[in-house]
Nanobody, 125 residues
């Protein structure tokens, strides 16, 4: 059964770091675009990062740019989101998702066809 599983979430103090993982099973991440999203309580889902099939191109929302780093290890069939300088407003459930060909624009979220179940990140002192 094809699935994506996120892990690495938890409670962290402001200014701290976490690394989220997105592991694929039942299919290969080779030649697949990977995106990260988050949704805070009472807010809309926000696309925060995407990495191209080769890993050569990465994209970030302004809200996380220069603090978050997306990467992938196709040999491990896993993608990562390294989060640094975390703020209270980064508190959310974080999801990874996959798409074909190229990183979708904000208006093309429907191109993501596989989603993980999410992992909670809470930034609090």
């Amino acid at each position: 059964q094809d699935q994506l599983v996120e892990s690495g979430g938890g409670l962290v103090q402001p200014g701290g770091s976490l690394r989220l993982s997105c592991a694929a099973s039942g299919f290969t991440l080779d030649y697949i675009v990977i995106g990260w999203f988050r949704q805070a309580p009472g807010k809309e889902r926000e696309a925060i990062s995407c990495i191209s099939r080769s890993g050569a191109a990465t994209y970030y929302a302004d809200s996380v740019k220069d603090r978050f780093t997306i990467s992938r290890d196709n040999a491990k069939n896993t993608a990562y989101l390294k989060m640094s300088s975390l703020k209270a407003e980064d508190t959310a459930v974080y999801y990874c998702a996959t798409a074909r060909l190229y990183c979708p624009a904000k208006s093309e979220v429907s191109r993501y066809t596989r989603w993980g179940q999410g992992t909670q990140v809470t930034v609090s002192s």
